[in-house]
């Protein structure tokens, strides 16, 4: 059986970008970037994610929490 992870955006700890501490501040830039490119760390655990970027869009797989997609 497989399940989902949900969780709300407020118990995600880390920036999805940088990967550095989400509260600390500071993101705009990645908040920016985010815009135009897939995330690059869990925002769960802060792992580094298995990106693939293709012309319909991109996914990124975290060993942990499994996979989104864009």
Partial sequence: ???????????RHWCDRCGEPA???G????????????????AHCRRRMKVQVVPTGWSAVCVEHGEIRG
Avoid: K, S
């Fill in 1 to 11: 059986m497989v399940t989902e992870l949900v969780e709300p955006a407020a118990a």
């Fill in 23 to 25: 509260d600390a501040g």
């Fill in 27 to 42: 993101h705009e830039a990645c908040a920016a970037a985010r815009a135009l490119e897939p995330p690059r760390y869990c």
